[in-house]
């Protein structure tokens, strides 16, 4: 990993669906880089042991619940005394095709991902606002703007993300909160399960001929968390190899 010199001294940071895979790596260079973390999964004992290797805070929250989200947000300002980053990166798959989908196959992916990205940042905006500063990083998807078989779920969501973002971006910047996305290429648990054959064809499609090291994609959440990002808001960064292009 590369030396980075991101400056979150002071900052306060939420990432959720951070236990394992890239919500884990956005939490390793927040805590790396100065911030105070906290991560957040549905999966408790999973995310207490990510936090303890990250030095970090490990906190069980369900993004589907209001209530539990508000009290998330209560606690982090109760220990940190401020928030300044939220990632809203927690997600869930249920694919299959269109005509095999459940009310509940779609219901919970849209819910987690789409709903989680709403009731967070929803819940920040008061301590935002009375800073006077803020930082919305939401994880969107190729698939959101291209779609893909067996998820018409999963696209939804995050074509939904990707609006969520541009009219939160237009509604938070008079309070000095920035609200983006990024769209990730990455080498993760659902790619390293595809056989090998498939995964040549599939980053053989990549301009850049490969899929990215997760610590690739927490250096892009990291710059649109800082300082240096102050004048970038509703924009969706593809970090996808030039998949998208």
């Known amino acids: 990993m590369p030396n980075l010199t991101f400056d979150f001294a002071g900052r306060t940071a939420i990432v959720t669906g ?16 100065g911030a105070k973390v906290f991560l957040v999964d549905t999966d408790a004992d999973a995310v207490a042991l990510a936090a303890d290797e990250v030095g970090a805070v490990g906190v069980a929250c369900d993004v589907t619940s209001t209530e539990a989200v508000e009290a998330l947000v209560n606690q982090v300002i109760t220990a940190a005394g401020r928030l300044d980053i939220i990632v809203n990166n927690a997600g869930i798959l249920r694919d299959r095709r269109l005509w095999k989908l459940s009310d509940q196959d779609w219901a919970e992916v849209l819910d ?22 803020g930082r919305v990083i939401n994880v ?21 993300i990707i ?7 237009k509604e938070l910047a008079a309070f000095g909160v920035t609200v983006n996305a990024i769209s990730p290429n990455a080498e993760t648990r659902m790619i390293g399960s595809i056989p090998e054959e498939k995964r040549q064809e599939l980053a053989a499609a990549i301009p850049l001929g490969r899929f990215a090291a997760p ?15 102050g004048y970038i808001t509703g924009v969706v960064l593809p970090v996808d190899g030039g998949i998208s292009i």
């Not at 951070?18 to 880089?33: I, M, P």
């Not at 929803?122 to 606002?129: I, K």
């Not at 927490?218 to 649109?224: E, N, Q, R, S, W």
Request: charged residues 15%; glycine residues 14%.
């Open 215 to 229: 610590s690739e994609m927490a250096a892009a959440t990291a710059f649109l968390a800082s300082e240096e990002a």
């Open 112 to 133: 987690v991902h789409l709903g989680g990205t709403f009731r967070l940042t929803r819940a920040a905006v008061p301590v935002f606002r009375e800073q006077g500063y």
């Open 18 to 33: 951070a236990a394992r895979g890239l919500g884990l790596e956005f939490a390793r260079l927040f805590h790396r880089s």
């Open 140 to 160: 969107t998807s190729y698939t959101g703007l291209r779609g893909n078989i067996g998820q018409a779920n999963y696209g939804a969501a995050k074509a939904g």
């Open 163 to 169: 609006g969520f973002t541009k009219t939160a971006a």
